[in-house]
Each structure stands twice: as structure tokens, then as C-alpha cells.
């Protein structure tokens, strides 16, 4: 009876605070933009076999129209022992951007997910929050680029680029500066001019380089928030939404959106 009381009463706090959150940040609104193409997804696996010569490439260019939206998808490719993938979730509060690179360890191979997705902005007061990050197991260089930019004003509202060439098991996250030269214009978070066509567009990959080595297995997580009261993501708020999920946890209950796959998974 008391495991009841206690299930039923945590139920009833974690609906209370999705409700709450519900009409304090999560009205915001984008659609996708009106161009021919408002989608474009690149993944590419090449492979150069041991004893040299040319190399096998498999390359998928696949533009299209997103006409309206929530839109979910993937693009995959397997060639020659190796994989690339971009995984797609879009609705008017989110955008979420799944990689998943895996190569093999021959010299110069491979493995690397890139597009780009345009939507407007069609609400006056919202706002956006960047996350993400792009690890891997070892390799000669791995890479990740991520912009979010203006087309109407021609600005980089974000842009963060960042190379790894230590050859070790590592991670780059979004807003970070990893290695000389690497570069972070803008910031995660901020504001859309209403009526504006943005570009979310990204490029990761991983390569063995000019030597072998084992093959790397890799993946990345990229998130655009968007929300709809005006301001950056309060301390409050993100204290609310962690107790809200924690609730669902303890209920048993899963989120609807799906998880992207970990390294480790590979």
C-alpha cells in the first residue's frame, strides 16, 4: 500500500512538472524553409586497400524536401567492413542530429556523416540551446564541424570547429576548443530573428591516416532546443525538467525520443 501511495504521488509530481514546463518553454515554433531542398545528408566510407593502390569510395547525396514537420529519418551506408550513418528527429521544438562513423584500419579509410537541414523561424521570442559531442575509440585524426547560420543576414550565429590527431580514445563536444587551431565563433545559445531562414549543417568523420592502425569506431549526438519564452534556459527550469525525467525514471517509464547509439554499441 505504501509503494502505491509513493508510485501514485511521484506519478502525480512529475505530471505537475512536465505540465509546468510545458507552458512555461515549450511553444516555440520553426518550420522547415521554403527552398527547393531544406534537407541535404552526405555519408562516406572509402577504403584503401593494404598493399596501396586506389581507393573504393561509396558516397550517398541525398536531397530532399521537407514539407512539413514532426520529420524523422536515417541515411546509412556499409561498404567494405565499414559504416556511416546520419539519423534525423525534427519537430518545431527540436532538432537532433545522430552519427554513427566505424572504419577499418588500412591506411587513408575513412568514415564520415555530413549534411545540413534550413528551417525559418515564425515566433518572435524564441530561443535556442546547442549541444552535442562526437567521441571516438582511437585513430591517426577524427574531426567535427557544427554551424548554425543565418542565411538572411549571411551571419555564423555558431560555428565550432575542432580536430583531434592524438590517436587515443577521445571526445569533442560542442563549444569547445581541443587542439591548436581549432575555432568557436558565436555562442550555443541566443535568440532567432523571427522570419529568418537558419542553416544547421555539420560534418564529423574519422581517418586512419598514412599509417594503420586498428579502425575506430565512432558516434555523435547534436541537439537544437528551441524554446519559446524569450530567454536562455534558467537554472530553475533545468532543475525542473531533471526532476521531472528522474520521476519517469523511477516509474519505469522511457522517453519517446530515441537514443542514439553509443561507441560502445558498434
Known amino acids: 500500500m505504501l509503494c502505491y501511495c509513493v508510485r501514485s504521488s511521484l506519478k502525480f509530481l512529475a505530471v ?12 516555440a ?3 522547415p524553409a521554403s527552398t527547393p531542398y531544406n534537407l541535404y ?17 561509396q558516397d550517398w547525396y541525398l536531397p530532399r524536401t521537407l514539407v512539413s514537420l514532426p520529420y524523422a529519418g536515417a541515411d546509412v551506408v556499409n561498404f567494405e567492413g565499414e559504416e556511416a550513418e546520419n539519423d534525423f528527429n ?3 521544438r527540436d532538432l537532433n542530429i545522430g552519427l554513427i562513423d566505424q572504419r577499418i584500419g588500412t591506411t587513408n579509410s575513412n568514415a564520415a556523416s555530413s549534411g545540413y537541414i534550413n528551417f ?11 549541444s552535442g559531442s562526437y567521441s571516438y575509440t582511437l585513430g591517426f585524426s577524427s574531426a567535427l564541424e557544427v554551424y548554425l ?13 575542432q580536430y583531434s590527431l592524438s590517436g587515443t ?30 542553416e544547421f549543417n555539420w560534418n564529423a568523420g574519422t581517418s586512419a591516416g598514412p599509417t594503420n592502425d586498428t579502425g575506430t569506431n565512432a558516434a555523435g549526438d547534436f541537439d537544437i532546443s528551441f524554446l519559446d519564452n524569450g530567454n536562455v534556459p534558467e537554472p530553475g527550469t533545468a532543475v525542473l525538467a531533471a526532476a521531472a525525467f528522474a520521476t519517469f525514471s523511477v516509474l519505469g517509464r522511457r522517453g519517446t525520443r530515441p537514443s542514439i547509439g553509443s561507441v560502445a554499441h558498434l
Open 41 to 57: 545528408s552526405q555519408v562516406e566510407c572509402t577504403v584503401a586497400p593494404i598493399g596501396g593502390g586506389y581507393s573504393q569510395q
Open 120 to 130: 525559418v523561424a515564425t515566433d518572435s521570442t524564441t530561443t535556442f540551446l546547442i
Open 16 to 27: 505537475a512538472l512536465l505540465a509546468l514546463l510545458s507552458a512555461a518553454d515549450l511553444h
Open 149 to 161: 547560420y543565418d542565411e538572411s543576414t549571411s551571419t555564423t550565429v555558431f560555428g565550432n570547429v
Open 169 to 198: 580514445q577521445g571526445t569533442l563536444t560542442l563549444g569547445g576548443l581541443t587542439s591548436p587551431g581549432d575555432t568557436l565563433t558565436g555562442a550555443r545559445f541566443g535568440t532567432l530573428i523571427q522570419g529568418d531562414e537558419y
Open 29 to 31: 515554433d520553426v518550420i
Open 90 to 92: 525534427f519537430n518545431s
